[in-house]
């Protein structure tokens, strides 16, 4: 047996390497003093967190200045640094690491660099991610070790990556003042012991606590005022409040298996989460509502009971996310904010509305909206205009009343889009006044309707297939197909009145009808 110790002035017996150490052996030694990861700014001599951010140039990103730590080693850049993300020319959207990698051998050093996804890649089936699925990172130790700093995205032949709201900080902090980092974490009831031993914040492991929502705003609360993450783990907690993210942040989960239910006896007009006035993101979560009825259409919604509220937020972002059982509706945006996604959920059984929306520049699109009560979607402008947003390639089945809804009526909704949707089998709680797109309203101004898919299988049937109604202007409608499978016909005349109604100035007409 060869005992070895270092760093002593040692005889050789104790040292075989003599007075001196090797890079190895220091290396060795300080990989244990101190994890891999971005070091906090009260630890790393007032540089800032190595944040990454889009660059001032199309697919470029910045990462601000910064110290970190990897497996021994130290870097540090006093100055901004500028990747180029190589372009996506494939389908499918891609997602790329920025990381810090560090080599051993003749290129030894800890450089800045972007280790690039495959696009379309997705997440096995089963697994607790959803979502485009970035390349592993490599951690050989002795070879190449490297630690991510961000994910990014991109779409096939984009010119830019994706905005901030987008992106996914992945910065593991070390050092001293590392609680106030921009990555907290917050354990779950049933999480597994290594996870609650770990976590920066535990909500309590006892069957009748209901105030999870007091735990994850504290760790909201202690992120520094530049935003950040909240991650919660796997596992299940009850709510009687709502969740609030501060400054910006983002609430991330590992999703369906991060459930959050709101306790029955939470007050009306509680939304589970509220993202008010600054940009943030909420993903990867299951939302459970408290509504439970065997008929969702029959069943008068409580206002303000939604599964998550975007209250003049211009650039938040909610994907992946799983939304049930809510006593109104799924999702609600107002106060006119612009640049808002929503892409990617899962909308069901919730009493009003699948997503009610007031906001503008935004994109709705691949969500799945079933069995809701009131509109699958509704572009709703009341007090605020809902212009220029494109809702395409969701998926609309079972609703109450209109699959998709324009809504004129009120107020001011100008050059939206809607395109490549599927609406099937809507109009169930009344199937004598409903279309399956209804564009309706003096407000309505240069809406198009395209390539959109509308059907009905048998009883209840919509009145309409498509409707522009009510003093609604310069509606294009094109290539939409309009189809009842009950009458075995394309025939306009198969819904309840007609396929088509049309009033006001429309044109560019063109519809594709299914035999």
Not at 263 to 271: E, F, L, M, R
Request: include cysteine; charge should be negative.
């Amino acid at each position: 047996m060869v005992e070895v110790s270092y760093p002593f002035k040692a005889p050789a017996s104790t040292n075989p390497s003599g007075n001196t150490m090797s890079e190895n052996q220091w290396a060795a030694m300080m990989r244990y003093v101190l994890g891999s990861g971005v070091m906090a700014a009260t630890f790393n001599d007032n540089l800032n967190e190595l944040e990454v951010t889009p660059g001032a140039t199309p697919l470029t990103v910045d990462i601000d200045t910064g110290a970190a730590w990897i497996q021994g080693h130290y870097y540090q850049s006093d100055a901004v640094n500028t990747l180029t993300i190589p372009q996506n020319t494939n389908a499918g959207t891609r997602a790329d690491l920025i990381v810090l990698e560090c080599k051993w051998g003749l290129n030894a050093g800890i450089t800045a660099t972007v280790v690039t996804g495959t696009a379309g890649a997705t997440w096995p089936t089963g697994s607790a991610f959803s979502g485009p699925m970035p390349a592993p990172l490599t951690q050989t130790y002795g070879v190449k070790w490297q630690i991510a700093l961000a994910q990014v995205y991109t779409l096939q032949n984009q010119a830019v990556v994706y905005p901030t709201s987008q992106m996914l900080d992945q910065r593991n902090f070390v050092g001293s003042g590392a609680a106030q980092s921009n990555a907290i974490t917050v354990a779950m009831p049933n999480a597994s012991d290594k996870m609650r031993q770990n976590a920066d914040f535990q909500i309590p492991d006892v069957e009748s606590y209901v105030y999870a929502d007091e735990i994850i705003n504290e760790a909201f609360a202690a992120l520094p005022a530049c935003g950040g993450t909240v991650m919660l783990s796997e596992g299940d907690c009850i709510i009687s409040d709502t969740i609030t993210p501060v400054n910006g942040g983002t609430l991330a989960g590992c999703g369906a298996q991060t459930t959050i239910t709101l306790y029955g006896g939470a007050p009306a007009g509680t939304p589970m989460i509220s993202m008010n006035y600054a940009t943030g993101s909420v993903h990867n979560l299951l939302l459970n509502g408290a509504g439970t009825t065997s008929n969702v259409y029959t069943t008068t919604p409580v206002a303000g009971n939604n599964g998550i509220n975007v209250v003049s937020a211009a650039g938040a972002s909610i994907h992946d996310v799983s939304i049930q059982n809510m006593q109104n509706a799924g999702i609600v945006v107002t106060g006119g904010p612009a640049n808002v996604v929503i892409n990617n959920c899962s909308i069901t059984a919730c009493f009003g509305d699948g997503i009610d929306f007031a906001g503008e520049y935004s994109d709705i699109s691949d969500n799945f909206i079933g069995n809701c009560g009131d509109v699958g979607i509704h572009i709703n402008p009341t007090t605020n205009v809902a212009s220029c947003n494109r809702i395409a390639s969701n998926l609309i089945t079972g609703c109450g009343m209109n699959g998709v809804y324009m809504d004129g009526t009120a107020g001011s909704g100008l050059f939206n889009m809607i395109g490549n949707n599927e609406v099937g089998q809507c109009g169930q709680a009344a199937t004598t006044t409903h279309a399956g797109i209804l564009i309706s309203g003096s407000g309505a101004n240069h809406t198009s309707v395209v390539s959109n898919y509308v059907w009905s299988a048998g009883a209840p049937v919509l009145k309409y297939g498509l409707a522009v109604q009510n003093g609604a202007v310069d509606t294009r409608a094109i290539a939409n197909d309009l189809y009842d499978a009950a009458s075995g016909t394309g025939s306009y005349d198969i819904f309840a009145a007609s396929g088509l109604t049309l009033s006001g100035l429309t044109f560019n007409l063109y519809a594709t009808h299914s035999p």
